[in-house]
Nanobody
Framework: VQLQASGGGLVQPGGSLRLSCAAS????????VGWFRQAPGKERMFVTA????????YYEGSVKGRFTISRDNAKNTVYLQMYSLTPEDTAVYYC?????????????????WGQGTLVTVSS
């Protein structure tokens, strides 16, 4: 089982970035996928999740309207499109897969985790 997050980097405030999470080794379309982030010195927090079918999505309040999660089950990949980034979005972003069919906001409900990709929003 592997989840590979990529696409992080340095972006200016107001900019955009797209993260990808490539999965292998499990029945990808049967798992919801979520993105979490962990800022320096803080705990890992839920950002967004998408159900296995891609129909149901959840967003944490501060990213709603700015971030969009989507998935391509043919490519075993989930995407996180981020717009209007602010310094408060700076964190390591992790993708994770959950066997809870519609996804979850709770870390404990995620079975598999990727290694994280760093997003830095700074001028």
């Amino acid at each position: 089982v592997q989840l590979q997050a990529s696409g992080g980097g340095l972006v200016q405030p107001g900019g955009s970035l797209r993260l990808s999470c490539a999965a292998s080794g499990f029945a990808f379309s049967s798992y919801a996928v979520g993105w979490f982030r962990q800022a320096p010195g803080k705990e890992r927090m839920f950002v967004t999740a998408v159900s296995g079918s891609g129909v149901t999505t959840y967003y944490e309040g501060s990213v709603k309207g700015r971030f969009t999660i989507s998935r391509d089950n043919a490519k075993n990949t989930v995407y996180l499109q981020m717009y209007s980034l602010t310094p408060e979005d700076t964190a390591v972003y992790y993708c994770a897969a959950s066997s809870v069919p519609l996804g979850s906001t709770y870390l404990a409900n995620y079975n598999y985790w990727g290694q994280g990709t760093l997003v830095t929003v700074s001028s």
